[in-house]
């Protein structure tokens, strides 16, 4: 990644550690700024605040250390009793722990191409996705058991569902490639080694969880089966973790830059974010996930039920209902107010939600951005890139653990893929929050308010086709 390019026009400021608010100490207008009319908090609200924060801070801790114990106990077990259990972990371990070190290097590239040519690299997600995950199926169905080509199949399931999804948002990358431009033109300072430094964590935390994921794969007892879906889980949180505070530090940095025209480090906002906002910031890891499922299934079951508004199909008003309200408690916008005003996350996510909802028509394009469905897909591409090096590998050397290495290496190449780029949502997390506060700035230009009225236009034009449609329907219906 070239060297993030200075405003020539904005001063640099030193980040301010954040503290607790308190009205006779206010904080600093650029680190952690008031809300206008919003009450300050309650004691009771303060310290429950806090005991959540400092417990799921201790739960991340707590947990990185009886994983690591567990996966250095597995570690020796499997080493020792290698030879007895016909396990060979000269020809187990080499293919997954060079398909981690391929995610890397995947990540990176993945990453400088979005930099460079922000349009072309969206068009080559949309078409590499689909591809390089249906040459997975195509690979485990070459394995050849029955349970190994169902899965292959559901590979290629997938693919093409990617591929369906890819013709479906084609009228809205014109816009995706304008917000990218717009968002990243300029990084903060030091988003480089900062990305660098999150990939090479995540590389050499996925290395060492494999070693005890190949400890337990030796004896392949029940229990060892058990050892495995925790270290998977771990993997799949700590990762997140890793990824949201990547973007709470960068999108500090770069809302500071679109709200205040100030210039932030990177570096320094990431020292600040892993001190004082990492319970915050591992509640939001927690809720994000299970609210983004829940709420892409209800919208899921919608679209297929043939809805065009995306509101909820008829018959399912609850169901509407619970997505609007989960938005409110949890979304990865909130990550913004976590790193600018020292919130909690629910608390973040409301007000974030708020004010996209204040500044009329900007609630729908932020519904109908396409930017995290961009990063998951390249995050596909990462662990699919992944799993063919280590499955192929694997299928020439000791094809009877090809099965279980391709998917391993698939799900550490995709969350691999997925810490690369939290650097590019957080920029655009940023520009939404950033104009959602000030919509009429001159430091914003009309990108934004075109896309309100395109969308307008669009939803009258398809109101006035259903009024038509249903007035010749009544008019059928009455005609004798």
Known sequence: MPAPARNGHASSVQIQEPRTRSPLHPPSPIAFKEQQGRPPPTTQQTIAGKLFRNLFK??????????????????????????????????????????????????????CIFIYNPPRAVRATFWLSPILTCSVGILLVLIGSAVDAGVGAVFVLFAITQSLYGCWITPRLEYTDKILSLSTAFP??????????????????????????????????????????????????????????QQVAISRARYVNFAHGEDMDAWNALR????????????GSTLVPVVVLIRGSIRSVNLMSGSSDEVMYSGADCFSTLANKLITCGNRWGFVHVGTYDKG??????????KFRSVNGLEKVI????????????????????????????LL?????????????????????????????????????????????????GT??????????????????EHEVGRERQDIDESP
């Open 58 to 111: 201790g739960l991340l801790f707590s947990q990185l250390t009886l994983i690591s114990l567990l996966v250095i106990v597995l570690t020796i077990r499997g080493l020792i009793l290698a030879s007895s259990h016909h396990f060979h972990p000269k020809k187990w371990y080499p293919p997954l722990l060079a398909s981690v070190a391929v995610s890397g290097v995947a990540s990176l590239a993945w990453q």
């Open 188 to 245: 903060p300072a030091r988003t480089r080694e900062v990305v660098t430094l999150s990939i090479f964590i995540s590389v050499v935390y996925s290395g060492f969880l494999v070693t005890g994921i190949g400890g337990a794969t030796s004896t392949r007892t029940s229990l060892d089966l058990l050892f495995i879906s925790v270290i998977l889980i771990s993997l799949a949180w700590t990762m997140q973790v890793l990824k949201n505070a």
């Open 272 to 283: 600040v974010t892993v001190k004082h906002l990492l319970g915050s910031i591992c509640i």
């Open 345 to 354: 996350f629910v608390e973040a996510s409301s007000d974030t939600w708020k």
């Open 367 to 394: 519904d109908s951005d396409l930017t995290s469905s961009l990063c998951f897909l390249s995050a596909v591409s990462v662990g699919a890139v992944s799993s063919l090096t280590a499955g192929t590998w694997m």
């Open 397 to 445: 050397v000791h094809k009877d653990y090809a099965f279980e290495v391709t998917l391993y290496a698939f799900i550490i190449g995709y969350f691999v893929g997925r810490v690369g780029l939290a650097w590019l949502q957080a920029c655009v997390l940023a520009y939404y929050v950033a104009y959602s506060e000030e919509p009429h700035s001159m430091r914003f230009d």
């Open 448 to 465: 934004i308010p075109q896309r309100i009225q395109r969308l307008q236009m669009l939803r009258a034009h398809r109101d006035n086709r």
